[in-house]
């Protein structure tokens, strides 16, 4: 910023001493060139300075108009696409909102998992993606759309005033399904969008409502699957209060640490005993009552929680271990989630790996879920985590296996000493043929890969014996035990496990 005021100043002052002395050497000259006559000459003198006062101040004036208008140009543009900035987004949406019954949409837009691509590939890998991303932008819309660089992966898009509420919705709609997808860019092509829209005047009257509602109605998509378009309404501004009541009541307790740990033992039909549990976290809200894991888990990941769960579920399971005095005899393995962002948390797991090894002969042997969606994300960075940790005698365990989209050549360059075979294919055995077959493979595919195999869900003694007959040994559900409490673990385990039954 110093350099951009320092060169227009100089070129001033520089084009000022010019004419100045120009004019000074040479008008002198010229007036006692035409004018013998002191008075003549003394009147020509004054006439002489206020022209020189004019020309100069006249002069004075172009030159910093001319270097204003470069700077506003300088302050109002993004450097990288020379799209207008925010600052200069905001100015449009202000003056459009001065014209009370002016309908068109602002438009919030950007690129799903952007730091990831910088964070693997640098920035300027990222800036080249942006930089796509205008190119496809301007071929898309036509030239009466205000196009514009919010800042990082954003951009805002005002639509033409002309243009009716449906037709910009569709125009929308279809430029996020098209986009991307139409890029001739690899890295765009292979990335997907988010846009939030605002309506004027429906949605607001002013330049602030309109950019928070579309930023409201961006966040919703990014927090429904993400590669959406979504339209803000009333309806999502209340749910999207009541996330943010959520998150603030989450951080609260995980300052206190407010959480609770149930256990579901797995049952090993081979053996007949129980061969493991998985640890499950519980949260009891003092005005909402219980919340699904399913709910505030993904919600921890978003707001950077979540390394403060695992390290609560990994502390608190192995603490209740050796208070009910439930070592590795009476319970060979114990399962604790993983999240992806977890895995990579360097520091969180070094602090997780230096409590597993603590006194290992004391308790059960830790084994780690990752989902496969979480794992398959990014195969390489996952493996990479996996790896070093494996090395260190970390198991792992690949969880709801067959809801993601994992080759079987992905998945055998993943560390693994189990699969658990997700729920949704169980639950409507045999009555579902199709289920049956899925759940035949994955079992014939742990085969070769030499990997066991949990099923997860079951419910029925039908659902029980198919397993087994395709070769699944070791279960967990309501079938055989409900998630318990530590002390109703510690009775459960207490029976002689040769002689114990499933729950019913």
């Given at each position: 910023?110093?350099?951009?005021?320092l060169?227009?100043?100089?070129?001033?002052a520089?084009?000022?001493?010019?004419?100045?002395?120009?004019?000074?050497?040479f008008?002198?000259?010229?007036?006692?060139?035409?004018?013998?006559?002191?008075?003549?000459?003394?009147?020509?003198?004054?006439?002489k300075?206020?022209?020189?006062v004019?020309?100069?101040?006249?002069l004075?004036?172009?030159?910093?108009?001319?270097?204003?208008?470069?700077?506003?140009?300088?302050?109002l543009?993004?450097?990288?696409?020379?799209?207008?900035n925010?600052?200069?987004?905001?100015?449009?949406?202000?003056?459009?909102?001065?014209?009370?019954?002016?309908?068109?949409?602002?438009?919030?837009?950007?690129?799903?998992?952007?730091?990831?691509l910088?964070?693997?590939?640098?920035?300027?890998?990222?800036?080249?993606?942006?930089?796509?991303?205008?190119?496809?932008?301007?071929?898309?819309?036509?030239?009466?759309?205000?196009?514009?660089?919010?800042?990082?992966?954003?951009?805002?898009?005002?639509?033409?005033a002309?243009?009716d509420?449906?037709?910009?919705?569709?125009?929308?709609d279809?430029?996020?399904?098209?986009?991307?997808?139409?890029?001739?860019?690899?890295?765009?092509?292979?990335?997907?969008?988010?846009?939030?829209?605002?309506?004027?005047?429906?949605?607001?009257?002013?330049?602030r409502?309109?950019m928070?509602?579309?930023?409201?109605?961006?966040f919703h998509?990014?927090?429904?699957?993400?590669?959406?378009?979504?339209?803000f309404?009333?309806?999502l501004?209340?749910?999207?209060?009541?996330?943010?009541?959520?998150?603030k009541?989450?951080?609260?307790?995980?300052?206190?640490?407010?959480?609770?740990?149930?256990?579901?033992?797995?049952?090993?039909?081979?053996?007949?005993?129980?061969?493991?549990?998985?640890?499950?976290?519980?949260?009891?809200h003092?005005?909402?009552?219980?919340?699904?894991?399913?709910?505030?888990?993904?919600?921890?990941?978003?707001?950077?929680?979540?390394s403060?769960?695992?390290?609560?579920?990994?502390?608190?399971?192995?603490?209740?271990?050796?208070?009910?005095?439930?070592g590795?005899?009476?319970?060979?393995?114990?399962?604790?989630?993983?999240?992806?962002?977890a895995?990579?948390?360097?520091?969180?797991?070094?602090?997780?790996?230096?409590?597993a090894r603590?006194?290992?002969?004391?308790?059960?042997?830790l084994?780690?879920?990752?989902?496969?969606?979480?794992?398959?994300?990014?195969?390489?960075?996952?493996?990479?985590?996996?790896?070093?940790?494996?090395?260190?005698?970390?198991?792992?365990?690949m969880d709801?296996?067959g809801?993601?989209y994992?080759?079987?050549?992905?998945?055998?360059?993943?560390?693994?000493?189990?699969?658990?075979?997700?729920?949704?294919?169980?639950?409507?055995?045999?009555?579902?043929?199709?289920?049956?077959v899925?759940?035949?493979t994955?079992?014939?595919?742990?085969?070769?890969?030499?990997?066991d195999?949990?099923?997860?869900?079951?419910?029925?003694?039908?659902?029980?014996?198919?397993?087994?007959?395709?070769?699944?040994?070791?279960?967990?559900?309501?079938?055989?035990a409900?998630?318990?409490?530590?002390?109703?673990?510690k009775a459960?385990?207490?029976?002689?496990?040769a002689?114990?039954?499933?729950?019913?």
């Open positions: 910023m110093h350099d951009s005021l060169k227009p100043a100089k070129r001033i520089l084009l000022y001493i010019l004419v100045s002395g120009l004019w000074i050497l008008s002198d000259q010229a007036v006692n060139m035409a004018f013998e006559d002191p008075f003549w000459r003394n009147r020509a003198q004054t006439v300075g206020w022209l020189f004019l020309v100069t101040g006249l004075l004036y172009g030159l910093v108009l001319r270097s204003l208008k470069r700077l506003r140009t300088v302050a543009e993004d450097p990288l696409t020379h799209l207008p925010r600052q200069a987004f905001e100015a449009e949406l202000n003056e459009r909102c001065r014209h009370a019954n002016q309908y068109f949409c602002t438009s919030i837009l950007d690129v799903d998992h952007f730091q990831d910088n964070d693997e590939h640098g920035h300027a890998e990222g800036d080249d993606l942006l930089l796509a991303l205008r190119r496809s932008l301007d071929r898309f819309l036509d030239e009466d759309w205000y196009i514009a660089r919010l800042g990082g992966d954003e951009f805002g898009l005002l639509s033409p002309k243009l509420k449906k037709t910009a919705r569709e125009t929308l279809q430029l996020q399904r098209e986009l991307t997808r139409t890029s001739d860019h690899p890295s765009l092509s292979k990335h997907t969008l988010c846009t939030g829209t605002s309506f004027h005047p429906s949605d607001g009257g002013t330049a409502d309109l928070r509602h579309a930023d409201m109605a961006l998509a990014k927090t429904h699957g993400r590669d959406q378009h979504a339209v309404n009333e309806d501004k209340f749910r999207l209060m009541e996330r943010l009541a959520l998150t009541d989450l951080k609260q307790a995980c300052d206190d640490l407010s959480f609770e740990l149930v256990y579901q033992p797995q049952w090993n039909m081979e053996r007949d005993l129980w061969i493991g549990a998985e640890v499950l976290i519980r949260w009891h003092p005005k909402r009552g219980y919340v699904s894991p399913a709910e505030f888990i993904p919600l921890a990941e978003e707001q950077g929680l979540i403060v769960i695992t390290e609560f579920v990994l502390t608190r399971a192995l603490e209740e271990m050796r208070q009910a005095g439930i590795h005899l009476q319970l060979p393995r114990l399962s604790i989630n993983l999240s992806r962002k895995l990579l948390d360097q520091h969180l797991m070094q602090r997780l790996f230096d409590r603590s006194k290992p002969e004391q308790r059960p042997a084994i780690l879920e990752i989902t496969e969606t979480a794992a398959m994300e990014n195969l390489q960075a996952t493996l990479a985590a996996m790896e070093a940790w494996r090395q260190q005698g970390i198991a792992f365990s709801d296996f809801t993601g994992s080759s079987l050549a992905m998945l055998k360059q993943l560390p693994l000493s189990e699969l658990k075979i997700d729920r949704s294919f169980i639950q409507d055995i045999p009555q579902d043929r199709n289920d049956e899925i759940t035949q994955i079992l014939a595919m742990a085969r070769v890969l030499s990997l195999v949990v099923a997860e869900g079951v419910e029925t003694a039908d659902q029980a014996a198919f397993l087994t007959q395709f070769g699944c040994a070791t279960m967990q559900g309501y079938y055989f409900k998630p318990m409490p530590i002390g109703e673990l459960l385990l207490e029976k002689d496990n002689t114990a039954q499933p729950y019913r």
